[in-house]
């Protein structure tokens, strides 16, 4: 009976490091401490470390200390006890040999039946060239928003210049006799033009 329970547990746990090493995006395995258990071949690629300097390690430890910030420890440390979850939380931060990158989280607190021990699994995605992306976005939207707001403007001031024209027209219209009028048809294409076209015939009416 021993020995049969002793091998569902080893099987257990050779069929749980050959999930993590086989998943495609970096993961780690922690104790209730956050020490490195286990982590996938994917995490050793993508942050250029190796098992020797990973393995047994508590996290915040890890490479030259970058995994030692205030927004990670937050997470972990207050998240995961309270609520035994964590869902799509992202932090930035420079990472030595790959410089700086923003990392979206998701971990699970597990429980055993027969132990009072726990681990954490916890999944890293790199989303750093979506952020980008998503910052392009947001400025050429702004970008659309200041040109709509200026061709608006501009439309707003043209139609105040036509109105204003058009008071012009109907005054000059007004102020001179049908018969000057008729010697200048040609209509006016601004203010000033009505200005200086109105003194010319005003001047040739008085001058009769």
Not at 36 to 65: H, M, Q, W
Not at 98 to 126: H, P, S, W
Not at 153 to 159: I, M, Q, V
Not at 175 to 204: C, G, H, M, W
Request: charged share 30%; net charge negative; with cysteine.
């Amino acid at each position: 009976m021993f020995e049969k329970q002793f091998a569902d547990l080893q099987n257990a746990c050779l069929f749980a490091d050959a999930i993590v090493a086989t998943v495609r995006e970096p993961l780690l395995v922690l104790d209730e401490n956050l020490r490195v258990i286990a982590a996938s071949r994917a995490f050793y690629a993508r942050f250029k470390v190796n098992p020797e300097n990973t393995d047994g390690k508590l996290l915040y430890e890890l490479g030259d200390g970058q995994w030692d910030i205030p927004e990670l420890h937050a997470l972990l440390e207050k998240i995961i006890p309270e609520k035994g979850v964590m869902d799509d939380d992202a932090f930035a931060n420079e990472f030595p040999g790959i410089g700086q990158r923003t990392m979206l989280l998701n971990a699970r607190q597990v429980f055993y039946e027969t132990d009072k021990r726990t681990n954490i699994l916890l999944g890293l995605e790199d989303i750093t060239a979506r952020r980008i992306l998503e910052l392009e976005k947001d400025e050429l939207l702004q970008q659309k928003d200041v040109l709509l707001h200026e061709m608006q403007l501009a439309e707003d001031k043209d139609g105040s210049d036509d109105q204003e024209d058009s008071a012009g027209e109907l005054r000059y219209h007004q102020d001179v006799p049908e018969t000057a009028f008729a010697s200048a048809r040609i209509a006016p294409a601004s203010k000033n033009f009505y200005r200086l076209k109105r003194r010319q015939v005003n001047s040739r009416v008085q001058s009769r």
